[in-house]
């Protein structure tokens, strides 16, 4: 599993994938499903087109990072 900077997550659009925040949380993507459709998921899961989204700004303010130059939200 990758391991993300905080240069690399400021880098990413106003929302991400589930896989890729779960990614970012280190959780398993089978986790994360199961954790999103038990709401249960550690920031609040959006559904956009059938499709699970996160906000990159709920995953910075959840591990602490302050928003830089490079942050698009």
């Known amino acids: ?3 993300w900077s905080a240069a ?3 880098g990413l659009g106003v929302v991400v994938g589930l896989v890729t925040a ?3 949380l280190r959780i398993g993507r089978s986790k994360s499903y ?3 459709r038990r709401d249960e998921f550690p ?4 559904r956009i087109a059938g499709r699970y989204r ?3 700004s709920d ?3 959840l591990l602490g990072i302050e928003p830089g130059p490079e942050s698009v939200a």
């Open 34 to 36: 199961d954790l999103a």
């Open 54 to 56: 996160v906000r990159t």
């Open 8 to 10: 690399e997550i400021r």
């Open 1 to 3: 599993m990758k391991t």
């Open 59 to 61: 995953l910075m303010r």
């Open 43 to 46: 920031v609040p899961v959006m």
């Open 22 to 24: 779960g990614e970012i």
